[in-house]
């Protein structure tokens, strides 16, 4: 619904991308219903591949996009993890969003940078107050420089930048 701190925290970064960056292709990760792939398609008019590792999501997902209209943007795939061939994209995504838990977060830290192009913005959420330092240090160990942190409902949501002549 968009009303979750979680969402809320995504969509306000989404909101504050939209007027400050210029995004040409986004990635969602653990996209659950979608919410947060349709609001980019829909706020930033990008092509936007949304994943997530529950088939049962997935599909919801996809049902979600055509009713909301955002099926020529949105792409939904079921997949642990971003190192499929259906995540290779040249020059890498501009704007990653995953909003999954703090442990995934954690892990994922490596691929999920290697999926982010040079200059781009990686929003993160699904973490609680006491799970910030964990996770921001493991993207800061990716070369991420921290953008900003902000918290909604007791849960934060965190956004990186890529230098723009990086490459994972």
């Known amino acids: 619904t968009g009303h979750h701190g979680t969402t809320a925290g995504c969509l306000a970064a989404i909101d504050r991308l939209a007027k400050t960056r210029r995004i040409r292709s986004a990635l969602d990760v653990g996209t659950g219903s979608a919410v947060l792939a349709i ?4 706020r930033l008019k990008v092509p936007v591949l ?3 590792i529950d088939p049962v999501a997935v599909r919801i997902a996809a049902g979600n996009v055509r009713l909301n209209g955002a099926s020529p943007l949105v792409r939904t795939v079921c997949a642990a993890g971003v190192d499929r ?5 040249e020059g890498g995504f501009d704007l990653v969003v995953a909003n999954i838990l703090a442990g995934p977060l954690v892990a ?9 192009a040079p ?4 929003v ?3 973490l609680l107050e006491h799970q910030r330092n964990r996770v921001a240090a493991a993207y800061r160990a990716q070369g991420l420089r921290f953008v900003r942190s902000q918290v909604r409902e007791g849960w934060v949501t965190l956004t990186f930048r890529r230098a723009a ?3 994972a």
């Open 85 to 89: 061939a259906a995540f290779a994209r």
């Open 39 to 42: 609001a980019i398609a829909r």
């Open 50 to 52: 949304a994943s997530d």
């Open 165 to 167: 002549g990086a490459h």
């Open 124 to 126: 993160l959420s699904g």
């Open 119 to 122: 200059a781009g913005t990686l």
């Open 108 to 116: 994922l830290a490596p691929a999920l940078c290697r999926r982010l």
